[in-house]
């Protein structure tokens, strides 16, 4: 039996989500809760990576296993055996040959900042502190400038083996609340640090430092030098995976 499931989790205290053998990751915590309730050695195998610090919403795994478990129960039974940081908010059957990463056709993450000339601890933990004043509406033209098919080689960290730079987006914007800004990103795929690089690249156009025209030739030349900065990892929050 094929079990999907949806998880949540705060990635401050976690190497990322693959298991690695230089510090505890949120597959290895999942794999370990499985073994816990079922007896079971399966391997939890996600959406796709998250990076250290990174957290989910909406994190989308799967796993094989021949308990009697019902599987509507499974989250319940998980979350027992889990930290409080990971949590399984769902539970369910799926078909025989769902594969949480394979069989992804959407991803949306969330990127958060907030606007401020000091340290706030309570945005801190899950947001980017910006220290200067933006301008929001050059940020968002930029943000629809990512929308579409491009090569966004020059959106990706080094040390990616990755050949096939093309991705589609679909949606990009930029929203406030207050002293928060929100870049918000769905596409059918992302590169190594691409949200964040894109994030980074917002900024930079706000501060005035980058314009929009930058941008676009960023998305046309595939020179990471281009576009800006690489944005810390505790900003980004992979939101949800679509499937059909």
Same mark, same amino acid.
Not at 9 to 18: E, F, L, M, S
């Given at each position: 039996m094929i079990?999907?499931? #949806?998880?949540?989790?705060?990635? #401050?205290?976690?190497?990322?989500? %693959?298991? %690695?053998p230089n510090g505890v990751t949120v597959q290895q915590r999942l794999n370990e809760a499985v073994l816990a309730v079922t007896g079971e050695k399966a391997t939890v195998t996600g959406s796709g990576r998250t990076d250290s610090g990174v957290h989910a919403l909406g994190q989308v795994a799967h796993f094989e296993t021949s308990s009697s478990i019902p599987p509507e129960r499974f989250a319940a039974a998980l979350n027992s055996a889990l930290p409080q940081d990971i949590r399984v908010v769902s539970s369910e059957a799926a078909e025989e040959d769902f594969h949480a990463r394979f069989c992804a056709k959407k991803k949306t993450y969330c990127y958060k900042m907030y606007l401020s000339g000091t340290v706030r601890p309570l945005y801190d933990r899950y947001a980017a502190q910006v220290s200067f004043p933006v301008n929001v509406l050059a940020m968002q033209e930029a943000a629809r400038a990512f929308v579409g098919e491009h090569d966004f080689s020059?959106? /990706?960290a080094s040390g990616s083996e990755v050949k096939d730079t093309v991705r589609t987006v679909y949606d990009a914007r930029v929203t406030v609340d207050?002293?928060?800004?929100? @870049? #918000?990103?769905?596409?059918?795929? @992302?590169?190594?640090? /691409?949200?964040r690089i894109m994030a980074g690249t917002l900024v930079e156009v706000g501060g005035g430092r980058l314009t929009v025209t930058d941008v676009k030739q960023a998305l046309d030349g595939g020179c990471r030098a281009l576009a800006g900065k690489t944005m810390p990892a505790r900003g980004l929050t992979l939101v949800s995976v679509e499937y059909d």
């Open positions: 079990i999907k499931l #949806t998880v949540e989790y705060d990635g #401050t205290q976690y190497c990322g989500w %693959q298991i %690695q020059s959106f /990706m207050g002293e928060l800004l929100s @870049f #918000t990103v769905c596409g059918n795929g @992302f590169l190594y640090n /691409m949200v």
